[in-house]
């Protein structure tokens, strides 16, 4: 299995609180993805990095912001939770671009 | 920006027989297709790619899938399902121009014994 970490696993949270997951790889990809999942929606992607200090938007990034300082850490930061936001957060990897996206284990968002 | 529709929210088979889960994509260009499994409480793992050539594709487990431009579908199939293979599947797709994956809404297998 690819290195991939996320943090916390699980999360719950207060509206109006920040927030901010970590994704951590040990695998020297390249690319870096912040994914949300919801029932029927599938993934949809938030943001991505394809290098250190280099990200863009995804589909869904409103209220989201994301950083990049090493290439091995991608964090994903709520400014200010909403109740829309509680979701599982799914970081992934990829060497190239498109390509083969490795996947981390989650992180189970809940705000109240 | 690409896009990718799955029409079966919830299919169920018996153990043994065979698989066919529908995946339409809507891409200008010659699109990069996926299929990824996932396993409750789990991450998504890849089941397959396709990116050019042969249009019929092998993957894990025993997967296949079929690439059709005319009918922009990237169908999943499988002869005999095992009820180990009960999950939800992701179609999704990819653009040489972008990094942005486009995801399906997701397959849910259930297997009956």
């Known amino acids: 299995d690819a290195g991939i970490t996320q943090s916390p696993r699980h999360k719950v949270t207060e509206t109006g609180t920040p927030v901010t997951l970590r994704c951590h790889q040990t695998?020297?990809?390249?690319?870096m993805y912040w994914y949300r999942q919801d029932p029927g929606h599938g993934l949809r992607l938030i943001h991505y990095?394809?290098?250190?200090?280099?990200?863009d938007k995804g589909e869904v990034s409103d209220g989201y912001s994301v950083s990049r300082s090493k290439t091995e850490d991608f964090l994903l930061t709520l400014e200010s939770a909403t109740s829309s936001q509680t979701s599982v957060y799914f970081c992934?990897?990829?060497?190239?671009?498109?390509?083969?996206?490795?996947f981390g284990p989650g992180t189970r968002l809940t705000v109240t | 920006a690409q896009s990718v529709t799955q029409p079966d929210i919830h299919i169920t088979v018996s153990e043994g027989a065979s698989l066919e889960l529908r995946c339409n994509y809507s891409?200008?260009?010659?699109?990069?297709l996926f299929w990824y499994v996932q396993s409750p409480g789990q991450g998504l793992q890849l089941l397959l790619k396709?990116?050019?050539?042969?249009?019929l594709v092998q993957g894990i487990k025993g997967f296949e899938a079929e690439f059709k431009r005319s009918q922009s579908s990237f169908n999943l199939r499988k002869p005999s399902v095992h009820w180990s293979d009960a999950a939800e599947y992701f179609c999704?797709?990819?653009?040489?121009?972008?990094?942005?994956?486009?995801f399906g809404a997701g397959t849910r297998l259930t297997v009956k014994p």
């Open positions: 992934a990897i990829s060497m190239t671009a498109p390509d083969e996206q490795y």
């Open positions: 990095s394809y290098g250190v200090k280099d990200t």
């Open positions: 695998e020297n990809h390249r690319y």
């Open positions: 396709y990116f050019s050539g042969d249009t």
């Open positions: 999704a797709v990819g653009s040489y121009n972008n990094n942005d994956m486009r």
């Open positions: 891409y200008g260009a010659t699109p990069y």
